[in-house]
């Protein structure tokens, strides 16, 4: 447990318990950007983490022209109880952190991928409930991921392949089919975006808890007949090919 004050004193406080207790050999930098990132996050975030036991109207939406209400939703409600990871706006399957800077200040996490929005190198969906945000999903072409860019070089090109890189579903509306409903809209839309193959990444052995499948559980993807076609250390790659236009 650390407290202090301010931002600025959390910073320095985390920074020498890691000096003293963990000897850890991260960038200060990186350090101090992780202790600020999280001391802010829990400033931010809303504190509405109870699953509803039921939920309203849902509807499915591309962010492409409601992207303050993306922003929105990645400051104060999709990571609500989770401040560690509030930062990461969903940057990391486009641009992976380097080990020289693994924590990235959210600021510039949340200016990269709002710019990345705009103008349509990542590409998503939210899922409202009653009006109000309440899940993401990432579904943006291959081609626009960092992290992804070598898991299948023989495979299809990486501009005719969706990948669902990440959910995430607020806490409230979680085990209510939101995911599902973000996979088929991907999917469905998929031919219009000139794609031929909708890939995942699921983890193969995830955290035992809901936001340990933020690439989705294996079981979503078998549902809809994505077959494996690599296994990577971590994870696997699953895709299903979807017809074309006409």
Do not use: K
């Amino acid at each position: 447990m650390i407290e202090a004050p301010d931002a600025d004193a959390a910073e320095d406080a985390f920074v020498a318990h890691g000096a003293q207790v963990h000897g850890w050999s991260y960038p200060e930098q990186a350090v101090r950007n992780y202790a600020r990132n999280f001391a802010e996050a829990v400033e931010r975030l809303g504190d509405d983490t109870q699953r509803r036991p039921e939920i309203g109207a849902l509807a499915v939406h591309p962010v492409t022209d409601r992207v303050d209400d993306w922003l929105c939703y990645f400051d104060h409600t999709g990571f609500a109880g989770n401040p560690d990871w509030a930062s990461c706006y969903c940057l990391e399957p486009h641009v992976p952190a380097s080990p020289e800077m693994p924590e990235r200040p959210w600021r510039q996490s949340r200016a990269t991928l709002a710019a990345r929005l705009r103008d349509g190198r990542t590409f998503g969906y939210l899922a409202y409930v009653d009006g109000e945000p309440a899940g993401w999903v990432n579904a943006s072409l291959r081609s626009d991921y960092g992290l992804y860019a070598d898991v299948d070089p023989q495979g299809p090109r990486p501009a005719q392949v969706i990948g669902i890189s990440c959910f995430v579903i607020a806490p409230p509306y979680r085990r209510h089919g939101i995911a599902s409903a973000l996979l088929d809209r991907a999917i469905a839309d998929a031919p219009l975006r000139g794609a031929g193959w909708v890939e995942a990444y699921p983890h193969r052995t995830p955290e035992p808890n809901d936001a340990g499948h933020f690439r989705g559980p294996r079981a979503l993807y078998d549902a809809r007949g994505f077959q494996p076609v690599v296994e990577r250390e971590r994870y696997t790659v699953l895709r299903l090919p979807v017809a074309p236009l006409g």
